[in-house]
């Protein structure tokens, strides 16, 4: 929010008027800064853990269905195997844009 209140002040200033808000800089508070930023990577750290193991069980699953012709097995391996993959992409994609954002309005107080 504060990039586009920044923004319209920026437009108001090219036109010659008078900034639309006063100076603001958004700050996250200190003792929250530590804390979420531990949560945050805590959380994907762990996530991408997860999807990493879930790939190398369904590798397993592959293996074992196909050395005991169980196809069942061998075909929910790989999908195992194709979720883990898209979870760790989104997990990562996710948690880049979250910090992103918050490491965006940690600059902005300084």
Known sequence: MSLLI???NQFAIL?????IVPDFKPAVPGPI??????????TAGS???LAVLGGLVGWACVAIGHNTERAGLAARGKQAIIWSLVAGMGIGVTSGLVMAFYN???????
């Open 6 to 8: 920044d923004t319209a």
């Open 47 to 49: 996530g991408l853990a």
């Open 104 to 110: 965006m309005s940690k600059s902005g107080g300084a």
């Open 15 to 19: 036109a010659d008027d008078p900034p």
């Open 33 to 42: 800064k530590d804390a979420t930023s531990t949560i945050l990577g805590w």
